[in-house]
């Protein structure tokens, strides 16, 4: 599990349910020392009202006259519907949530069973204590349905009412959680008045995720996944609104649009069987292998782990499932798709289609390209391009990124590399004479929703760094190219968690001196041998593969300098490391200069295997890489 989602829906569990829970999250934690990120989703717009017995039987009628209420959110039928909170503070204001001619749909809360009708409302008058609804057709909540769902986003103005807010300041601003989502969004001015709310209750850090479950939202998409850091794709509350044989389209359409933005996609609803049975049936399994080719970075369990008779075997079969079609997943075409947008990025700063004359546009060429060197995004976007492009062109196994905020490894995620991308967290210690504080723990653990990217903190380091300046490139500490304690640090840990083998290539991202690098590294192993460099320029031949006969990576030694990292760790007779500047083979390599993909065509280079198999690790594995992020609700224990 990568990350516990907390869900804040009003009606569906107390507070005291939810600090137990998390309780027992930080002591998993702690024992098993695994990362796990803590997202807390509030209900917005939507309240979840309990049937007072399981015999209590909810039907609707056209023209049936029903009534909304402050109190208990517990109904003894379908005329009645209060829709309370934990607090009298945090009451519904129904005059400023609620205007005649709105809409109000009830349907079942996260049910797995058979399909049931949504009964429409139609508002009629508001009061301060009452809302009086008339309903639009007939429907029936099925009987072994606890639970129902009041949705009233159609025609509400205020997502954060009264209730998320106290919920929000109980709960993530005490436990600093990682994510916050609220349901019912309408617009991308959502999440910007979420974020400067966050900002202002003390989570300037805590990452918003736009939570993708009605019409609105899917007509301002472009926007909601601009201003989100993750999007999670709610194909339970769509399937409400949505005609059946359109989700699918919706699904790509969703995926494709994060994939063109960048940003990390969840996907929810996937094994509803398994609330009941111990195996999915072959649909669901169809449908999760579908979800990973078709490019999602995580799969939420919702109703399989809050409420499902087989948690831990629905969670190990949605990792079986996302293993096995990540390792016939088209990296390729993502990483050529990835690479056009980063081309036309360039082009349109670098080129200048007024100049008249081919003087006149290398001279325009020539002062964007100046321009651009200052442009940090786009900066960022080159050294990810480089390091991602690298590891293709080399057959490189991992790939290590150095960050502290996260957005370096957000930027090489989003290509989806063929192999493994460990990103190390360089933790900052702040403080003065009363307080020490250490940051970017809460960075890395935000990391885990990305996929095929494995998070681990390095050992902290003092700052005096102004607090508002969150860059990357303030965060250096990197002392000189080869020679640095984090680049030894991050063969350790790599090796640790079994990202790498001796005789293995590894691509660095990071930054030397306020600029921008990408190196590989010839892993030797920990076991005191010693590594030789080489030269791609002398050893390359005409053959499809990269490395001649007598390069390392086919067992030969070639000639060059001997690069040396020092020991790897903290043992001085450890292995030693080789350092072969991006910078060497490009000069000698003008394929690799190209800012176009590379085109493996019949014998070309293949890309290294993927999957449990090829990495020698097993599910519990601590070294092992998740195909995908995956997600699940809490339970109670």
């Known amino acids: 599990m990568a990350c516990a989602r907390f869900d804040f829906t009003t009606g569906s569990r107390t507070l005291e349910d939810h600090l137990d829970t998390l309780k027992n999250l930080n002591e998993a934690r702690r024992r098993t020392k695994h990362m796990c990120a803590v997202y807390c989703h509030v209900g917005g717009n939507v309240f979840a009202v309990s049937k007072r017995t399981k015999d209590t039987r909810v039907a609707f009628t056209a023209g049936q006259t029903v009534t909304l209420t402050h109190g208990a959110p517990t109904c003894d039928g379908s005329d009645v519907l209060p829709m309370g909170s934990n607090s009298v503070e945090d009451e519904l204001d129904f005059t400023t949530s609620f205007s005649a001619g709105d809409v109000v749909n009830v349907h079942p ?44 986003s159609k025609g509400a103005k205020n997502v954060i009412n009264a209730c998320d807010e106290g919920n929000l300041k109980r709960f993530a601003v005490p436990n600093n959680v990682d994510f916050v989502s609220c349901g019912a969004i309408r617009s991308a001015e959502t999440l910007r008045m979420l974020k400067q709310l966050l900002k202002q209750w003390g989570l300037p850090k805590t990452r918003v995720i736009a939570h993708v479950d009605n019409l609105h939202a899917l007509r301002d998409l472009k926007d909601v996944v601009t201003e989100s850091e993750v999007v999670l794709l709610a194909r339970g509350e769509l399937g409400a609104v949505i005609e059946p044989e359109k989700m699918f389209a919706i699904q790509k359409t969703v995926l494709r649009t994060c994939e063109r933005i960048g940003r990390p996609c969840v996907v929810t609803r996937l094994m509803d069987s398994m609330v009941f049975a111990p195996r999915p049936t072959r649909a669901e399994a169809t449908d999760v292998a579908n979800i990973v080719l078709d490019g999602a970075d995580g799969l939420l369990l919702g109703l399989e782990t809050l409420q499902g008779m087989f948690p831990l075997p629905c969670l190990q079969t949605v990792i079986s499932i996302a293993r096995e079609a990540d390792a016939v997943y088209d990296y390729e075409s993502r990483y050529r798709r990835q690479m056009q947008q980063v081309n036309e990025k360039l082009a349109a700063v670098t080129d200048d289609g007024d100049a ?163 190196k590989v590294v010839d892993f030797a192993g920990l076991d005191g041998g010693v ?107």
């Open 109 to 152: 809360y996260l049910w797995a069973g058979e399909s049931a009708s949504t009964a429409e409302l139609e508002v009629e008058s508001v009061s301060e204590e009452v809302v009086t609804c008339r309903c639009r057709n007939s429907a029936e909540i099925p009987q072994e349905c606890e639970m129902m769902s009041v949705n009233f």
């Open 531 to 637: 590594a030789t460099t080489f030269s791609p320029t002398a050893s390359r031949s005409s053959s499809p593969s990269l490395f001649a006969s007598g390069s390392p990576r086919s067992g030969g030694r070639a000639a060059g300098n001997v690069g040396n990292l020092g020991g790897v760790g903290t043992s001085t007779d450890l292995a030693r490391l080789n350092i072969v500047d991006v910078a060497e083979i490009m000069s000698g390599d003008p394929d690799l200069m190209q800012r176009s993909p590379p085109l493996v065509v019949g014998g070309g280079p293949k890309r290294p295997p993927r999957g449990p198999a090829a990495r020698g690790s097993s599910f519990r594995s601590r070294g092992s890489r998740s195909s995908m992020s995956s997600m699940a609700s809490t339970k109670e224990k």
């Open 356 to 518: 008249k004359s081919e003087r006149d546009r290398k001279l325009s060429r020539t002062k964007s390209a100046n321009v651009l060197q200052m442009t940090k995004a786009l900066q960022k976007e080159a050294l990810a391009a480089a390091a991602v492009q690298t590891a293709y062109h080399v057959e490189a196994k991992l790939i290590v990124v150095f960050s502290h905020t996260g957005e370096t490894t957000r930027l090489v995620a989003r290509y989806h590399p063929h192999c493994v991308v460990l990103s190390l967290s360089i933790p900052t210690v702040r403080g003065g004479t009363l307080k020490w504080t250490v940051e970017g723990d809460q960075e890395a653990r935000q990391q885990m929703l990305y996929r095929g990217v494995v998070p681990a903190l390095s050992a902290g380091q003092p700052s005096a760094i102004d607090e508002e300046d969150d860059s990357d490139e303030e965060y250096d500490t990197i002392e000189d190219a080869g020679q640095s304690r984090t680049d030894r640090e991050a063969m350790t840990t790599a090796h640790e968690l079994g990202l790498i083998k001796p005789g293995e290539l590894a691509v660095f991202c990071q930054l030397i001196g306020g600029l921008s690098t990408v």
